[in-house]
């Protein structure tokens, strides 16, 4: 949620979620990385209804801080989102001259969706993504930080 890039309409929409969800929904402007990984480890979901994507840095880090993704099916997610750690909208997929895609979003079924992981069939699936998103979470971190530390010592 960044004021600066939401449309009024959409900002008031999110405000009245985040009331009406209370702590369930977290809406913070501009955090910080550290914030923000933070925030991402301590939710069920990070929902990312983005429709042009270039690399899916968001859908990374969330994966990264175990947290599985709810977005629109895009060809660029695909690399890395799956069955297992995302539930992802159908859409249709056109690409600009860049070839960077740009999906047609459908923010109704996006709300439908998100009333349904909000029910009891849905929190099982919930269950299900974050156990897989956790699972080799801690071998994932060892081996990003020892690949680190040996591309630092080569400096």
Known sequence: YLPSRCQPKCCRRLTRLAKKYGSRLTLVPRPAFAEHLRILQKHDFTVWPSYAESVGLLALTSLAAGTPVLTFKQAVLDEFLTLDNSVQIP????????????????????????????????????????????????????????AWREVCDGL
């Open 91 to 146: 859409t249709q997929v056109l690409y600009n001259k860049l070839g960077v895609p740009t999906s047609t979003p459908d923010y109704v079924h996006l709300g439908q969706m998100l009333l349904d992981m909000d029910g009891p069939p849905g929190r099982t699936i919930a269950t299900q993504l974050q156990t897989a998103t956790h699972k080799g979470l801690q071998a994932r971190s060892r081996e990003f930080d020892s």
